[in-house]
């Protein structure tokens, strides 16, 4: 699959093969940041473009072109699967997702419904198709899906949440329930997951963006087993997969035995012990701060050198933020980062031969 | 000064001295969970409460009388000292804190006042003072203060923050005037913290409830020298000195050689692998997720239980939630984790015997 790629050092760095030079790519590069995606937001609101092939495969595209990264992400989110569930999904200006109805009594549990994908979420396949023509092998196209305990939370909090009250109340008082609806989820993603592969994302990622708010013995207990669950599903398939537990530092070396390929690093953890916590058993992404890039243009560079340096020599290391870039980055600061991850990890390698 | 004190467990733990039992003590115990609380409340908006003393003094109490924590903490704001220097400072319902004129421009850190404590903050000491007197050596009287870094956080930024883009910019554009800003504050905060020890206070907490937006490395710039000059300064005064270090477990190892007597862990962290990394120079704080104080009246129990085997032979440790009890607590429940640490650490101690 990475030999018809022209650059394919994403892939080479997800299996920890060398690299010429560090691969970099940006969570949440198809986004507001870019006056170019916001011209087709202004004419479609943010579910109107997931479920619009086109317009979802227009804005994968675009930071390929515009920030120069080595890898394309489809654009989507991850609450396409509970949407898919029966859920009824909105996204409101200023306050993120919300589902009107979030799953409170064990009715709401039962009334969801199995996902079949290709039918409830066959948009998100073949804007995978459209991209992977158009990029025509100039470099790889990652698939992603949330982790059911993330997923979870938003169905159970309705919303993005402070203090997740309403999800670890069940946890505590109807625990089986809450493992009825992550084994759901699991089968849902795993499902997803293999779809976007077939359909051509060479690699996923799967998201556990509110892994941090466990306890590091509930994140072993309510999220870790149902990830491993989905990454011994998928990965067979042959597409590496990127697992991002943010926040979930502690659990790293647990999460460097489930079988994935990379685990994504926030900018909260170190990525110095990351490395000797997964000691040589997978890849490691990230890990700068998504206000680094607020910074002026030579401490950006200094900040980039700083990751790259933690990173060690470089093998199975993929640059990344540690975790979304941020609505009001100045986009030719999302220039410049790739722009010195590429200088800054080539003058490196040079140095180490 | 706990040789006075009828139930001076709190301050031998803080010691690493051995107890009978776990002392145990709830951050925000004084709070909106209380229906006694919520009396005074209906009376007097928060900051008036913060500056009567004897509104103040009434609420310290409560919890003491009717949850039966080994410990009061003076009811106060991390924010009294922004503004004693000067900014203008507001409680918004369901909001929180918001500084009406947040620190922006070079011109609005040089307007801010040095602090005098005596006039500035009286209302404080004279607090701890009347709550001193009431509790007549039942138990140990906490005072506490903001981290430098949170505080500025908070002038930066006017409010709480989801990405705290603000003091990153300029921790980025202009390191030398925040560090002006936490140098003043580090001055602020140790003048507090050794009034309240003159005027009653027989631990000090300092709380850096922002420390974990930082990456490791910025966090040992910004905030840890700064807790670390507050606490070198008061050490000497005979209290004993907690530091909340939210979400900063990266750093565990550094913090215990600051000086500070305990560290207080949040729910996010292990508490064994805390114990590792502080080697046994500190004592321990916490770490209950608030959120299991939801769960049903046993399953406390469990949790309870779990958190002291984590502690071991339970020298060293203070029971605490990893973070502030959440409004939404039920009274029984506070109620139930106070009785159960009592009980439970006591059986403990006494198969050990």
């Known amino acids: 699959m990475s030999k018809n790629l022209k650059n394919n050092i994403l ?26 995606y916001q011209k087709v937001r202004s004419r479609a609101d943010f579910l109107t473009m997931c479920r619009t092939p086109e317009l979802a495969a227009e804005v994968t595209l675009q930071p390929v072109e515009i920030i120069g990264v ?9 609450l396409v699967i509970p949407q898919a569930m029966g859920m009824n999904l909105n996204f409101v200006e200023g ?35 459209l991209v992977k023509n158009e990029l025509a092998g100039s470099v790889p196209l990652i698939g992603f899906a949330g982790a059911p305990w993330t997923l979870a939370a938003y169905m159970i909090e309705g919303h993005g949440s402070k203090n997740f009250t309403e999800i670890k109340s069940l946890m505590y008082k109807a625990p089986d329930l809450l493992r009825g609806l992550l084994d759901k989820l699991s089968i849902a993603v795993a499902d997803f997951l293999s779809a976007q592969i077939k359909a051509g ?30 990454v011994q599903t998928i990965k067979t398939m042959g597409a590496p997969v990127i697992v991002f537990a943010r926040n979930a530092g502690h659990s790293f070396e647990a999460l460097a035995g489930i079988g994935a390929d990379v685990l994504s690093v926030s900018w909260t953890e170190d990525l110095q012990d990351a490395k000797k916590m997964v000691n040589g058993k997978v890849a490691l992404q990230g890990n700068l701060d998504p206000c ?5 243009r030579e401490e950006i560079r200094k900040q980039v050198i700083s990751v790259l340096e933690k990173a060690g020599n470089g093998v199975g290391h993929i640059f990344n933020l540690g975790h979304g870039i941020l609505p009001e980055t100045p986009v030719e600061n999302a220039k410049a980062l790739v722009e010195f991850v590429k200088e800054e990890s080539e003058n490196r390698k040079a140095r180490q031969e």
């Open 201 to 230: 994302a060479q690699v996923v990622q799967i998201f556990d963006s509110w892994a941090g708010i466990l306890t590091p013995e509930d994140f072993r207990t309510f999220s870790l087993p149902y990830i491993t669950r989905i």
């Open 292 to 296: 680094a890039l607020f910074a002026p």
């Open 11 to 36: 892939l080479k760095a997800c299996r920890r093969e060398p690299t010429p030079r560090t691969p970099v790519w940006i969570m949440r590069q198809a986004g507001r940041y870019l006056p170019e």
């Open 95 to 129: 306050r993120g997702p919300i589902f009107e109805t979030p799953l409170r009594m064990e009715k709401d549990f039962n009334k969801l419904r199995p996902v079949s994908v290709e039918e409830d979420l066959g948009y998100v396949l073949k804007a995978l198709q």
């Open 70 to 78: 080595d890898a394309a992400i489809i654009f989507s989110d991850i």
